[in-house]
C-alpha cells in the first residue's frame, strides 16, 4: 500500500476499482508528466448515492461529501494510469462543477469537500489551482462532478 493510500486508509477511506465510462472515454490519460482525469463522478458501488441540485432537494454537507467521493474516484483513476499515487508530486488543477438550484451560490464550499480530502491524502502535493462552477445540470443528475489534473514523476 502506497502512502497515500495508507493516509486514505486512516481516514477510512479504500481506494475504489476505477469507475467504468458511462460514455466514449477513458478515466484518465497521461500526457508528459501530467494525468487528466475525465469528470468524475461520486459514484458508490457503481451507484449515485444522491441526485438532483444542491440547494433543492440535495443539501451543501451532502454535495460536500459526495465532492470527497469524486476525488477518491480521482485519485483511483490517477492510480489506474501510472500505477502508484506516490508517484504525485502535485495536484496541480481541481474543477469542480455543482449542479445548482439558481439561488444556490456555495459552490466553493461544495468542492472544498475535495480539495479537503487531496490535502489529506496527499500534504503539500495535494495543494492546487481550483475552480468551482454552478451548472444548470450534470451526468446523470449527480449533484456535483470533479476533474483534476495531476503531476508525476
Known sequence: MSGVEARLADLGITLPAVVPPVASYVPAVVSGNHVYTSGQLPFIDGKLPASGKVGAGVDAATATSLAATCAVNALAAIKS????????????????????DPSFT????????????L??????????????????????????????????V
Open 106 to 117: 456555495g459552490q466553493p464550499g461544495v468542492i472544498n469537500g475535495a480539495s479537503d480530502l
Open 81 to 100: 494510469v501510472i500505477g502508484d499515487l506516490d508517484r504525485v508530486t502535485r495536484i496541480v488543477k481541481v474543477v469542480g462543477f455543482v449542479a445548482s
Open 119 to 152: 490535502g489529506n491524502a496527499l500534504g503539500d502535493a495535494g495543494v492546487h489551482a481550483r475552480s468551482a462552477v454552478g451548472v444548470a445540470v450534470l451526468p446523470l443528475d449527480s449533484p456535483v462532478e470533479l476533474e483534476i489534473i495531476a503531476e508525476f
